[in-house]
């Protein structure tokens, strides 16, 4: 089975901290993934990666970055974290474009 | 733009009904859709796919109808069980950008004894 960790169930930060979300799949899989969910706006894409050091904006770009550098690992990275970045963090992979996405069980984050 | 929609935020059906989910989508060149069930705490978790040269798929219990005309998506659940309980988002892959899936909101779905 196709697995999808994320590294923590529940994050608190606080604002103006720096914040690491790490996602690992293990199933070889090209494309990865981060959403946020948040209650009547479903999932919304942040960024997205096609292959190893690459990474593409998706719809919510903003306040966050993403690394690559190995393929089964995607971490999301909040610069400086605010309230409005409290959210579900939901990470997931797919082995090609157009095909399924396999999620993870998600980071649930307050900033504080 | 685009969007995918759900006709009801919530749907609640007695154990052993049938369940119907509905999503409406706006980009009639969408070629492939996928149903996810999302239970509490856990992430989404796939539960069937249709592509646009099909009319119905089934699964164990599950059936996913398209309607490309209206550009309509339902989900029926058969002999609905108390593990059903879920969120259920419909989603797409619209073919401009294929690298993507845009999601609806989600309909919970409520089971009662």
């Known amino acids: 089975d196709v697995k999808v960790t994320q590294s923590s169930r529940y994050l608190v930060k606080r604002t103006g901290e720096k914040v690491f979300l790490e996602c690992v799949q293990d199933?070889?899989?090209?494309?990865m993934f981060w959403y946020r969910q948040d209650p009547g706006l479903g999932l919304r894409l942040i960024y997205f990666?096609?292959?190893?050091?690459?990474?593409e904006k998706g719809d919510i770009p903003e306040g966050y970055s993403v690394s690559r550098e190995k393929k089964e690992r995607f971490s999301l990275i909040l610069e400086s974290a605010s309230t409005n970045q409290t959210s579900m963090y939901l990470c997931?992979?797919?082995?090609?474009?157009?095909?399924?996405?396999?999620f993870g069980p998600g980071t649930r984050l307050t900033v504080l | 733009g685009e969007s995918v929609g759900l006709h009801l935020p919530t749907l609640s059906v007695q154990e052993g009904d049938n369940s119907i989910i509905n999503c409406a989508y706006s980009?009639?060149?969408?070629?492939?859709f996928i149903w996810y069930k999302q239970e509490s705490g856990k992430g989404p978790q796939f539960i069937i796919d249709?592509?646009?040269?099909?009319d119905k798929r089934q699964g164990q219990r599950v059936t996913v109808l398209l309607n490309k005309t209206v550009k309509h998506l339902s989900l029926q659940i058969a002999a609905t069980q108390p593990g059903d309980s879920a969120v259920y988002f419909c989603?797409?892959?619209?073919?401009?950008?294929?690298?993507?899936?845009?999601f609806g909101t989600g309909t919970r779905l409520q089971v009662f004894p």
């Open positions: 997931a992979s797919s082995p090609y474009t157009g095909d399924e996405q396999f």
């Open positions: 199933m070889d899989h090209e494309n």
């Open positions: 990666s096609y292959d190893v050091k690459m990474k």
């Open positions: 980009n009639s060149a969408s070629d492939y």
């Open positions: 249709i592509r646009s040269n099909m």
């Open positions: 989603a797409h892959h619209p073919p401009v950008y294929t690298d993507k899936l845009i």
